[in-house]
């Protein structure tokens, strides 16, 4: 896992932007998840994962703590595991599309 930053960021007495990440992304996911809630425990053998924090507390693979505006990534072969500390949303971005037939999630 890496911890990324953002590439950009922009503002003016309109708003701000912040440009988060250019990848090849396939896939977006929004996830809403209860504390003590356990996501993951799995690997992708081809698909990079990248995640954004969008409200809460995580223990990523019970040893590094991320939190509200986050964002990191997960490469192929790496196993994660995140348990949500509190209430918490997330986004996840996938380079491969997640399908029931071709899901690239594989079990520890």
């Not at 809630?37 to 703590?65: A, D, P, Q, V, W």
């Not at 990191?72 to 500390?85: A, D, G, K, S």
């Amino acid at each position: 896992m890496v911890l990324l930053q953002p590439e950009f960021e922009h503002g003016d007495a309109r708003r701000t932007l912040t440009q988060l990440l250019t990848a090849d992304i396939k896939q977006v996911n929004l996830y809403t998840a209860n504390k003590g809630s356990i996501l993951g425990g799995h690997y992708h053998k081809e698909t990079n994962e990248y995640f954004y924090l969008i409200k809460g507390k995580i223990c990523y693979n019970e040893e590094r703590m991320l939190e509200t505006g986050d964002m990191f990534v997960v490469y192929p072969q790496e196993v994660h595991t995140l348990e949500c500390l509190t209430d918490v949303k997330l986004m996840s971005f996938l380079s491969r599309p997640y399908t029931e037939i071709e899901p690239d999630t594989w079990k520890i």
